[in-house]
T-cell receptor, first 110, second 113 residues
């Protein structure tokens, strides 16, 4: 069966610090991978999606970036965090339509 | 501009009744529409997918309808239970690029015992 992992579960970072969130998927090959952000009480905002290794589509211009160094690994990064980067970050995978989400990372930028 | 609208107000219903949630969209030609459930502090969980050429789909106590003329989907939970209390999100997959999915803001359902 397929499993999706995200870490860390929670993170508190100062403004201006770097960020690296990692997501890995097990039990499937060549999945579509997604990064979403959810602000408190808000909907899911699609940040990046990837249909293959090295292929990244960005949906929202901001100080975040994403990379897919391996088929089932998706990394979200920032060189300098802003206060507005706080939120609940979710990674998801899909093959034919429905998306399967990881447990999420709660990021607080102070 | 493209927009997905779900009732932002919480929906409170009595246990045993049917809950009906609405998802309206504008300026989309979706290939398919999905419904997810999200509990606090957790990622969304996929419930149902309905394609543009389908009118209705069922799964146990859940039923989804999809009217591409009205640009609306209805999500029904019959014989609702307190355990059904959660936020329900609708999501549209864009035609011509099915990899991209856009979520609505969700409707919070509270089932009262």
């Amino acid at each position: 069966s397929q499993t999706i992992h995200q870490w860390p579960a929670t993170l508190v970072q100062p403004v201006g610090s770097p960020l690296s969130l990692e997501c890995t998927v097990e039990g499937t090959s060549n999945p579509n991978l997604y990064w979403y952000r959810q602000a408190a009480g808000r909907g899911l905002q699609l940040l990046f999606y990837s249909v293959g290794i090295g292929q990244i589509s960005s949906e929202v211009p901001q100080n975040l970036s994403a990379s897919r160094p391996q088929d089932r690994q998706f990394i979200l990064s920032s060189k300098k965090l802003l206060l507005s980067d706080s939120g609940f970050y979710l990674c998801a995978w899909s093959v034919v339509g429905e998306q399967y989400f990881g447990p999420g990372t709660r990021l607080t930028v102070t | 501009s493209q927009k997905i609208e779900q009732n932002s107000e919480a929906l409170n219903i009595q246990e045993g009744k049917t809950a009906t949630l609405t998802c309206n969209y504008t300026n989309y030609s979706p290939a398919y529409l999905q419904w997810y459930r999200q509990d606090p502090g957790r990622g969304p969980v996929f419930l149902l997918l309905i394609r543009e050429n389908e009118k209705e789909k069922r799964k146990e106590r859940l039923k989804v309808t999809f009217d591409t003329t009205l640009k609306q989907s209805l999500f029904h939970i019959t014989a609702s239970q307190p355990a059904d209390s959660a936020t329900y999100l609708c999501a549209l997959a864009h035609s011509g690029g099915y990899q991209k999915v856009t979520f609505g803001t969700g409707t919070k359902l509270q089932v009262i015992p």
